[in-house]
């Protein structure tokens, strides 16, 4: 078992950054694949972003792609989202994920476990 625990969001207007963290405890953290995945009022979650166990793949949306960073800190169990150069269509309910797997992936369907998300509002 992994939980998953975001924190970092809030309103921030446009053009400006936030870093998301999502920490996790349970299993070895530093095997799992990992992804950050948003859902906006009234639309289905979509994927973000996504790292593989060692950070060494990474894979963007490309909405987010040059704006969003992802990032992990095995020794903290911790995987960030620095997000800059915000819009207002980037408002969203943003979910981490764990894979049970160490490679990292674009699919909902792939991710195991899951946070409870954390808000992330830009205005205009």
């Known amino acids: 078992q992994v939980q998953l625990v975001e924190s970092g969001g809030g309103l921030v207007q446009a053009g400006g950054s936030l870093r998301l963290s999502c920490a996790a405890s349970g299993r070895a953290f530093n095997s799992n694949g990992m992804g950050w995945f948003r859902q906006a009022p009234g639309k289905e979650r979509d994927f973000v972003t996504a790292?593989?166990?060692?950070?060494?793949?990474?894979y963007y949306a490309d909405s987010v792609k040059g704006r969003f960073t992802i990032s992990r800190d095995n020794a903290k169990n911790t995987v960030y989202l620095q997000m800059n150069s915000l819009k207002p269509e980037d408002t969203a309910v943003y979910y981490c994920?764990?894979?049970?797997?160490?490679?990292?992936?674009?699919?909902?369907?792939?991710?195991?476990?899951w946070g409870q998300g954390t808000q992330v509002t830009v205005s205009s």
């Open positions: 790292i593989n166990w060692s950070g060494a793949t990474t």
């Open positions: 994920g764990a894979r049970s797997y160490g490679n990292a992936d674009t699919r909902e369907s792939q991710y195991a476990y």
